[in-house]
């Protein structure tokens, strides 16, 4: 019947939720680090890193970046580096997307130590 076949076609959509926050971290120079940002959501949410508001390019977007987005969705710096061009101190945080909304992560802090 009609009423089954729109019953057996409808699809669960959960909007996403922050299971694990990143949280405030301090790391020496040059060494590696991770952020942690676990999601539950259906389907499978989005994960995209921001830092100090600015969306932050991990090794996907470029591959010269030391940054690499993990499949727990966390945030791999094969060091974390502070020099005149590049500084990875700041302000981080996650959001997870999907067909059911968007979440955003607290943030944590980042700071590297020379």
């Given amino acids: 019947t009609l009423i089954s076949l729109f019953v057996s076609c409808a699809v669960a959509v959960n909007v996403p939720e922050v299971l694990e926050h990143p949280l405030d971290v ?15 959501g259906d389907p499978e949410p989005n994960v995209e890193w921001y830092k100090d508001g600015e969306l932050a390019t991990t090794a996907r977007e470029d591959p010269r970046s030391h940054k690499i987005l993990l499949p727990d969705n ?3 710096f094969l060091q974390a580096l502070h020099s005149k061009k590049e500084k990875d101190s700041g302000q ?7 067909n059911g909304g968007t979440v955003t992560s607290r943030k944590g802090n980042l700071q590297v130590a020379y």
């Fill in 92 to 98: 981080y945080w996650c959001k997870a997307s999907n």
């Fill in 74 to 76: 966390g945030l791999f």
């Fill in 26 to 40: 301090v790391v020496a120079r040059n060494e590696p680090v991770t952020l942690n940002c676990k999601v539950s």
